[in-house]
């Protein structure tokens, strides 16, 4: 481990893990609900992103948040860096109930980012995607991951925006509303 994880590994779990609580309590996600993450571990160490990946605390981080995003009954998905032109890693599984085609790569931590390379380690069956649409999605460090999000996402206002110096941005999509002045629309459906 290097020094950063050594001072600082308890810290920065406990924050992940609070970032996903306030996320859950605030997005009203249903089961079964796709989640994107995109991490980056530079950031995270108060460095720029793509400078410092840091294989430990790529696997902290993840480790972290997948535990209580699974419990959640949640998929996950992560975004690879451009080095892998942001691919996602996610359990084949999932990948074949959402419909999403297999693209052959595996992540390293300079190629694909520390954190992705952590949920291949860790994900049952992991495979690599080129694209998804998530209902909902975690950015610790401005990894962009926008692009991997429904069409009409929604910011999730958190308490604590932070994991070590990454600021930490969320958001929920919702259905997009059609018709004019006269349409009625499912509440459910927020």
Not at 44 to 67: K, R
Request: glycine content about 10%; hydrophobic content about 40%.
């Amino acid at each position: 481990m290097c020094d950063y994880e050594n001072q600082n590994y308890e810290r920065v779990i406990g924050e992940s893990k609070r970032v996903v609580s306030e996320f859950l309590e605030e997005a009203n996600l249903k089961r079964g609900s796709l989640v994107v993450i995109g991490c980056s571990t530079s950031e995270i160490a108060s460095h720029q992103i793509g400078s410092f990946s840091n294989a430990g605390l790529g696997e902290a981080v993840f480790v972290a948040m997948y535990e209580e995003l699974k419990e959640a009954g949640l998929s996950v998905a992560t975004q690879c860096c451009e080095h892998l032109n942001r691919a996602l890693i996610m359990s084949e599984e999932d990948a074949q109930r959402f419909g999403y085609e297999v693209v052959n790569v595996i992540p390293q931590p300079k190629a694909g980012g520390s954190f992705s390379t952590a949920a291949w380690k860790h994900l049952e069956h992991p495979v690599a995607v080129e694209h998804i649409q998530a209902h909902a999605g975690i950015d610790i460090g401005d990894t962009l991951i926008g692009m991997h999000l429904r069409p009409v996402a929604v910011p999730v206002r958190i308490v604590h925006p932070m994991i070590g110096g990454a600021r930490v941005v969320c958001a929920r999509t919702r259905a997009k509303y059609v018709g004019g002045g006269r349409a009625q629309y499912n509440e459910e459906l927020e």
